[in-house]
Structure formats: structure tokens, C-alpha cells
């Protein structure tokens, strides 16, 4: 089975503070996403990549950044942390274009 | 704007009843539907997809697709308490997801 491994299950974070959130896959899958999702919003897209060192934004990019410097990982970054992006962070991995998303476990962040 | 909509519930059947989970979609281009089942503080898992019109069958779940209603359905025959979960409607776009926001499924022993 194919494993999306999101490093933290829960995060608390200072507003202003940069955060990351790191994603790892190991089935050798092309494509990575991050998505969050929040009550009544559903999955929001926030960031995807289809190889390494490539990214592009989804629909709400603004106050994120990513990195993919290798192709098992993905990495979010919060440049400047702040309550509004208090949310479940999903992290997801495909083989290639026209498959379902494997999904990692979440990382919920609680921004003070 | 590419919209995937689904009636939020929650849906409450007894156990061995037949659950239907709809969702209507905007963009007649779609081509891809997936369903994905969400348990409670869990993240989303596949479980099924369709391509083509018609009905799609994996044990007991059925998947149908309208496109020119422009709409999908899940259809969860003989329910069990074990399916009580969000379900989630999701259209595929090139590479991309676009979900709705879900609806909760409760099972009722």
C-alpha cells in the first residue's frame, strides 16, 4: 500500500511564526498536493507540484509557499502564521494524471 | 467556477436499507467522478470511480453517472453501522480534484 506520511498529527504555532509541514510518499508517485480542509468549506487546494522542483498554485496559494526538492517529499510553508489558517492540513499523492489521491493522516494546526 | 455540490445532511438510513449519496456538478467538460469516504478525524479514502454513463458496481456500492443531468450518485446497499462516515463527491480535472464539501451518512443499528 502506498503511505503518505505527514510528520506531526496536531501543531500549535504563534501567530507570526513560520511553519512547515512536511509530507513524504513512498510509492514513487508523480504528483503531490496539499489541501485544506475546513468545516462547511470542504478540500480547498492550496498548493500541488508534478515533479520535483515544480509547483503551481491552487485556489487559495495567498500566505503559503512550497518546496519539492525531492520527489518523495512535499514540504508547506507558512511564511507568517496566522489564525485564519488554523485548520486540517491534508497532504495527497498520485501516480500520475487521472488518478485518485492517496491521503496522508492530516496535520491539524491550531494557530495562537 | 468549477462546482461540485452535494446536499451536507446528515442522512440517517437503518442498518440493511439502501443510501443514496447525490451530487450535482456545473461543468458539463467533466469527465471523472470519485468518491471518497471520510470517517470522523480521519483523512479521505478512494472508494470508487467513474468514467463512462451508467451504473458502476464494487460489492456493495454502486456508483451512476448522469452527465447529461450532470450528476452522480453512491448508492450503499444492505447500510452497516461501519458505513457511517462523510462521504465526499470529487470531479477530476486534468490533474486536479475539485470536491464538494461532503455529506454525513449515519447508520442507524
Known amino acids: 500500500d502506498v503511505k503518505v506520511t505527514q510528520s506531526s498529527r496536531y501543531l500549535v504555532k504563534r501567530t507570526g511564526e513560520k511553519v512547515f509541514l512536511e509530507c513524504v510518499q513512498d510509492?514513487?508517485?508523480?504528483?503531490m498536493f496539499w489541501y485544506r480542509q475546513d468545516p462547511g468549506l470542504g478540500l480547498r487546494l492550496i498548493y500541488f507540484?508534478?515533479?520535483?522542483?515544480?509547483?503551481e498554485k491552487g485556489d487559495i496559494p495567498e500566505g503559503y509557499s512550497v518546496s519539492r526538492e525531492k520527489k518523495e517529499r512535499f514540504s508547506l510553508i507558512l511564511e507568517s502564521a496566522s489564525t485564519n489558517q488554523t485548520s486540517m492540513y491534508l497532504c495527497a499523492s498520485s501516480p500520475r494524471q487521472g488518478y485518485g489521491y492517496t491521503f496522508g493522516s492530516g496535520t491539524r494546526l491550531t494557530v495562537v | 467556477q468549477k462546482e461540485v455540490e452535494q446536499n451536507s445532511g446528515p442522512l440517517s438510513v437503518p442498518e440493511g436499507a439502501i443510501a443514496s449519496l447525490n451530487c450535482t456538478y456545473s461543468d458539463r467538460g467533466s469527465q471523472s467522478f470519485f468518491w471518497y469516504r471520510q470517517y470522523s478525524g480521519k483523512s479521505p479514502e478512494l472508494i470508487m470511480f467513474i468514467y463512462s454513463n451508467g451504473d458502476k458496481e464494487d460489492g456493495r456500492f454502486t456508483a451512476q453517472l448522469n452527465k447529461a443531468s450532470q450528476y452522480v450518485s453512491l448508492l450503499i446497499r444492505d447500510s452497516q453501522p461501519s458505513d457511517s462516515a462523510t462521504y465526499l463527491c470529487?470531479?477530476?480535472?486534468?490533474?486536479?480534484?475539485?470536491f464538494g464539501s461532503g455529506t454525513k451518512l449515519n447508520v442507524k443499528p
Open positions: 510509492m514513487d508517485h508523480e504528483n
Open positions: 470529487a470531479w477530476l480535472n486534468f490533474n486536479k480534484f475539485y
Open positions: 507540484s508534478y515533479d520535483v522542483k515544480m509547483k
